[in-house]
């Protein structure tokens, strides 16, 4: 399973950003995917995901209104829309991958996920 995350870049506050996860190798009918950002020194932390099967979204307080995930199952590509950038969203973003069961994804805990992409990152600032 391979997960190449793109997109990332220097954007000013208030600006947007689309962001794309490609993903291949997958075997399974069924599976989930995460995004994920970590700043310097601090946790990662989830800020979204979507599972393949039937599109079931979580998306966590913090980041709702303004980051939204979707997925093209023909392009194999999940996106992070992130729009209305603030000062503490700068971080690397991540996109993540696991086996799941139908309708089922995790946007807070990063150790549920098996796979990772190298990361994308995301810088704000005037």
Known sequence: ??????GGGLVQPG???SLSCV???????????GWFRQAPGKEREGV???????????TPDSVKGRFT??????????????????????????CAAVVAMSGTCMASKASWYDYWGQGTQVTVSS
């Open 1 to 6: 399973v391979q997960l190449v995350e793109s």
């Open 15 to 17: 600006d947007s950003l």
């Open 23 to 33: 993903t291949s190798g997958f075997t399974h009918d069924y599976w989930a995917i």
């Open 48 to 58: 979204s995901c979507i599972s393949n099967s039937d599109g079931n979204i979580i």
């Open 69 to 94: 995930i979707s997925r093209d199952n023909a392009k194999n590509t999940v996106y992070l829309q992130m729009n209305n950038l603030k000062p503490e969203d700068p971080a690397v973003y991540y």
